[in-house]
Structure formats: C-alpha cells, structure tokens
C-alpha cells in the first residue's frame, strides 16, 4: 500500500499524497565519521514522518542535509519532482522548507512577535528605499504579514508574551516561540529536531497537540526527529530509524515496533 | 503624573507598529520638533551654534548610522571617520565640480557615494566577525585617510593640501562659507537629522531591520529563515555608511568649512562616534540621539564647571573627561549595553506605574 507513488489514506481517514522530498543514497562524512551511510527515504505530501534512533545515530545531520546546511559527499536530494543543486540554507528555505533546531536557535534580542515576524521575511518583498519612507506598499505589507504572524501566535497560545524579549522566557516557551516561527514561514515542510526534548509530560501533551493540528488544519507536511518513543507511536504515520548512521528500518510505527534490527539497536546499543 | 498608556488602546496593527504608540510620547516628539524648527531658530547665537548645536546634529546623523552597523546588524566596524572622510571630500568634489548643483543635492551625493565605498569595505564581513572584522574596517579609516593625503585629485591640487568649502546659498541665504548665519546652517542640518532619524526609525521597525537584527543576533538561524547574510550585511554596511557620508559632508562644508583631512577625521573621530553609540545605546535611534547630546555636552559642561567654576587647570579638566568617559564606556558595556536609551526606557517604566508599581 506505501509503494502507491499517488498515496494512501490512514487509518484515522487523513489522505496522504505523493513523494514531495526523496533522498537517494545519501552519504555525509565529517573527515573520518561517517555521520551518514547510503541512506535513501522520502516524505509524503500531508503526512508526518518521524526520523529515530540512539544518540550520535545520524538523526540532525540527516535534518541538515535536507536544509542545506550540510552538503553530502553522495546521493541526491529531490524535492517536489526535481533534483536539487547544490544550495545555500536561506535558498532552502525560500523553497517553503521551515525548521527548529535541537538546541533553540532564537533571537535572543528581539521580542516574541518580532521572532515571529522573522519567519515571514521570505513573504516580504519591499525593498530599502519603499521602506525608508514607509510607503503604502512598505505599510501595507507589514500589516498583511504581520496579521498571519497574530494568526500562529493565537493558534500556539502565545499571545500573553508577545511583546516579550525572547531572553527572558523559560525553555518550553522557546520551543513553543521557534516553532511559531517556523509556522509563520507557512512552510510545504516543516522540519522539528527533538521539539519536545527537556519539555515535562504537560508540555509534551501541549506540543504534541500543536504538531497534529498543524498537520491537520494547514496540511503542513511534517519530519520530525524524536527520542520518546511514545510520542513518536502515537504522532508519526512512518518512521525511519537510524544507527550508527545507517538505515536499519522504515514503515508505519507498528512495523518498525516489530522489526527485529530495530529491537536489537534499541536494547543493544546503548542510548541516552 | 502625566505619563499614562490607560485608555490607550490599539485598533489596528497599523497603530500597535507606529513609532510612537502611547500618545503622551508622540505628542511629545511634536513639542520636540516644533520647538527646533521655529524657535531654536531665532535664539541661536554663534556660540551655540559651533559650541554646541551643529556637533550635537552632525554627529547624531553619523551616530545613528553607525548604530544601523554596530547596534542593529552586529558588525563592529572602527572605520566611521573614514567614512567620514569620504562623504566630505565627495561633497567637496561635488561643490566645486558642479557648482550650479543644490547643496541639499551634493550632500545626498556624498552620502551615496560612501554608501558604495562602505559596501566596499563591508565585504569582507561576509567571511570574518568580530574582532577581525574591526581591524579590517581600522584599514579602511588609515587607508581612505591616506588616499585623500596622498593623492592631489581629492584636494584640487590646492598648495595647503586641504578642502575648503566654497560659498553656496539655499533659497538665497549662504548656508556655507564664512558669512552664513548660524541659524541657517543650524536648520540645514537639522532637516539632514531629521530625516536621517526618520528613515532609520522607518527601516529598523520593518522587515530590513529584522534582517539586520537576525544576522546580529544568530546568523546561522537567520540563513535558516531565509536571510541572505551577504545582502543583509552589505545593506547595512550601505545604510549605515550613507548617514555617516552625509554627516562628513556637513562637518566639512557647514561645520569646519576647512578641512585638513588628518586631522579632522582621524581615528579618535571614529571611537568618538563608537562612544557615543555604546554610551547612548546600541540598537536604538534615540540612544543615538543621547549618546550625541552626552559626549558633545560632557567636554562643554566640564569646562563651565571646572575651569570656570572651581578654576581647575585646562588641562586637568581634560584628563578628568577621559576618565569619566573611559569608566562610562565600561560600565555601560559591562552592565547596561543598551545605554542612556535603556535607562530612560526604565525610568519611564516606573513612572508609568507610579504611584502605585504593583
Ligand atoms: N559538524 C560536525 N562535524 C563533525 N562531526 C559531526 C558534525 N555534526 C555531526 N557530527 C557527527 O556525526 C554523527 C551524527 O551526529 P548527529 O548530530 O547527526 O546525531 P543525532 O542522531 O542527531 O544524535 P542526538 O540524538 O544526540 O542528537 C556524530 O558522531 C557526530 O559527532
Ligand atoms: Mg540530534
């Protein structure tokens, strides 16, 4: 049923439509590690696709192979049909490809909205001089843009923080800020390294929620690595699993669970 | 007190991103420049003028474009009185070249021209940070110096090897040269200020300014929403360096009107303008404007206070300033980088909760 290159439909009734982004024997080495070994997979149109596996297995690298941050020594890289070239991370965004980092990469200087805002750079268009003097279209734009980014931070119930400094908000709430800020990119694939990782039970339940109505009312397609197992059943509609950077398993979360070579890294190697 | 937001409610987007969103402040802002459009104008004496009003105006335009560099995008740059440099000697060339041309025309011209020698010497940036970066904007402030030294096309050919700004007029009242009133070359630097800090304040509260602040604030997250870090810091070494022009260009022709390039934009001018940036605070357009007032104020008051007052040696007065200002630069760096700016911020914030801060 997976093999259908025009999709399938879940269980819980959401379709899932074609390949949008296909990684073919991707290889990434950092001198002598070989952080990435001849690993192919793809993500699909609408569904949300989860990367797993020990510490050191591969997981952000293979997330940065994607955003362009790192460039693989072999393999392709093929979004929505096409062979990518080579390309800098902000090209890859401007492609409609939003991320977060494991460790929260916000700016610590700026406000919560303004954060938020920072997202919708690849939607405005007027330059200097328009904006020097802020012409109708410099102060249209700002508006247009600026109501989608209230749109994210009301549906990620931020609103209360705002006009915040960054610097000054707990762990969880960065992560929930990043994550706007991603959201506000309105992105064809958004990209989560660990966005639950040293959250507590509350802020996961919190979080995971967000990342299913994201992929349900804006059919955001979705990759995400994660460490609980749990959260990684319950979300995911295929995983991929990596060690010591390669494959070992890929399918919906009830295969890999049964997959022998998955069971054997995950009780044999240590992790954590 | 009279400091409420209560009842101050935003509508719109439009109004929670205007540049002045309690009304006590815009209306303030208002008071602010109507008293220096038409009465500054008609109490200005010559003392004031030089003592005082053209450096504090002068250096608040160069101020400001130096904190779109250093406050806004990050990028430390030593190079400002270079910068300055260039925007006096292309207005100079303009001046006399064209000698028919608007004054108001060859001091934007200067401008434009220093904002594409400050893209120059801004590429560079893309490679290297910091510290390193700070030395090579130091080449460029020893290099421009020595090119306008050193080669006669810049200075005329002239037998002192300076500039001297000939006489121009606007609207029929001479505006440079010897015989031109202060409260004419006070009014022409005062529109250059205005709408220096106008357009800063525009591009900073919109999404150019969230580019720079992103690349000063994580450069690998900004690349990662989409900033093109070459064109974002290249766009700031422009902007910053086209207010650092315009304001060369006036401390040449309206201020100094004779300059021996050595000595009037040597290296301690370009710490002078760092001063008042980090003192003022960076990242903000009024901190500019404070940091200007301070560092333009503190030798003047020190004088009235020192020499005149307690009849303390000239030069002792002068050691006293280096200290003062030395520690200031310290602590604000150390505990309040955001400046006189930040502190007025806060004071505001109690008194906007006063009596009663809970
Ligand atoms: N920039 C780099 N330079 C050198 N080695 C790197 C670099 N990035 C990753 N590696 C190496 O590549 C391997 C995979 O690292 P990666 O961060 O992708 O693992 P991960 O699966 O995300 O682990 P974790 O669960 O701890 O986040 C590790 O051995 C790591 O040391
Ligand atoms: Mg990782």
Redesign the interface.
């Known amino acids: 049923m997976l093999d259908a290159s025009e999709g399938f439909t879940t269980e819980d009734g959401r379709r899932i439509g074609g390949v949008v982004m296909e990684m073919k024997n991707i290889t990434l080495r950092f001198g002598g590690v070989v952080a990435i070994q001849n690993i192919s997979f793809d993500i699909r149109e609408g569904e949300i696709r989860a990367i797993i596996g020990p510490n050191g297995a591969g997981k952000s690298s293979m997330l940065n192979v994607i955003?362009g941050?790192y460039v693989p020594q072999e393999g392709e890289v093929w979004f929505e049909g096409r062979q990518r070239p080579k390309v800098?991370?902000?090209e890859v965004?401007?492609q409609g490809i939003?991320?977060t980092?494991q460790n929260i990469?916000?700016?610590?200087?700026?406000s919560v909205l303004?954060n938020v805002?920072?997202?919708?750079?690849?939607h405005?268009k007027?330059g200097?001089l328009s904006?020097?003097?802020?012409l109708g279209r410099?102060?249209a734009?700002?508006?247009a843009?600026?109501?989608v980014a209230?749109r994210i931070i009301d549906f990620l119930e931020i609103q209360h923080i705002r006009k915040t400094p960054v610097s000054r908000l707990p762990y969880g709430l960065k992560k929930r800020v990043e994550l706007a800020?991603a959201l506000a990119?309105e992105p064809r694939l958004l990209l989560l390294d660990e966005p639950m990782a040293g959250m507590n039970v509350e802020e996961k339940e919190d979080m995971s929620r967000f990342i299913l109505d994201v992929n349900d009312e804006f059919g955001t397609t979705i990759a995400l690595i994660e460490h609980d197992m749990g959260v990684v059943m319950d979300l995911s509609d295929r995983v991929v699993v990596m060690d010591y950077g390669r494959k070992i398993g890929d399918g919906t979360p009830d295969e890999v669970r049964n997959n022998q070579d998955v069971i054997d890294a995950y009780l044999g190697v240590a992790h954590d | 007190m009279f400091y409420r937001e209560a009842g101050d409610f935003k509508t719109?987007?439009?109004a929670d991103?205007q540049t002045f969103p309690i009304r006590f402040d815009r209306y303030r802002y208002y008071v602010v420049l109507a008293i220096a459009f038409l009465v500054v104008p008609f109490i200005i004496n010559d003392y004031w003028a030089n003592a005082i009003l053209l450096p504090f105006l002068i250096y608040a335009i160069a101020a400001i474009g130096l904190n779109i560099l250093v406050g806004y995008c990050g990028q430390l740059s030593l190079g400002t009185g270079g910068f300055m440099a260039m925007g006096a000697y292309a207005c100079y060339k303009f001046m006399t070249a064209f000698p028919d041309l608007s004054m108001f025309i060859n001091v934007i011209l200067a401008g434009v021209v220093t904002a594409i020698v400050g893209m120059l010497f801004g590429l560079p940036s893309l490679r290297i940070k910091g510290f390193y970066l700070a030395v090579a904007t130091l080449a460029a402030q020893f290099f421009l110096v020595w090119l306008f030294n050193r080669v006669p096309w810049f200075y005329n050919y002239s037998a002192s090897g300076q500039i001297n700004a000939p006489q121009r007029t606007m609207f029929g009242v001479e505006i440079t040269g010897p015989l031109a009133p202060a409260w004419a070359t006070y009014l022409f630097c005062l529109v250059f200020l205005t709408l220096s800090a106008?357009?800063a304040r525009?591009?900073t509260r919109?999404?150019?300014g969230?580019?720079w602040?992103?690349i000063?604030?994580?450069d690998?997250?900004?690349?990662?929403?989409?900033?093109?870090?070459l064109r974002a810091k290249l766009?700031a070494f422009a902007?910053s360096s086209f207010f650092v022009g315009i304001s060369g260009a006036l401390f040449f022709a309206l201020y100094l009107g004779a300059v021996e390039v050595g000595e009037a934009f040597n290296i301690q001018k370009s710490f002078l303008i760092l001063f008042m940036v980090i003192i003022g605070g960076l990242?903000s357009v009024f901190g500019s404007f404070a940091g200007a007032a301070f560092m333009v104020l503190l030798p003047v008051a020190l004088k009235v206070v020192g020499v005149d007052l307690l009849g303390w040696p000239t030069d002792t007065v002068a050691h006293f300033q280096l200290v003062i200002v030395g520690a200031l630069i310290i602590i604000f760096l150390i505990a309040e980088p955001h400046g006189l700016a930040q502190l007025w911020r806060l004071a505001k914030e109690k008194l906007r909760l006063w009596p009663f801060p809970y």
């Not at chain 1, 904006?131 to 802020?134: A, E, I």
């Not at chain 2, 690998?220 to 870090?229: L, Q, T």
């Open positions: 955003s941050f800098k991370p902000y965004a401007r939003a991320r980092f990469a916000l700016f610590e200087g700026m303004d805002m920072t997202g919708r750079l690849t405005m007027t200097i904006q020097s003097f802020w410099a102060e734009e700002e508006t843009n600026r109501e209230e800020r990119a | 719109s987007y439009r991103s106008l357009i525009n591009l919109g999404s150019v969230r580019k602040m992103a000063r604030d994580m690998i997250a900004a690349e990662i929403i989409g900033v093109n870090p766009s902007v990242g």
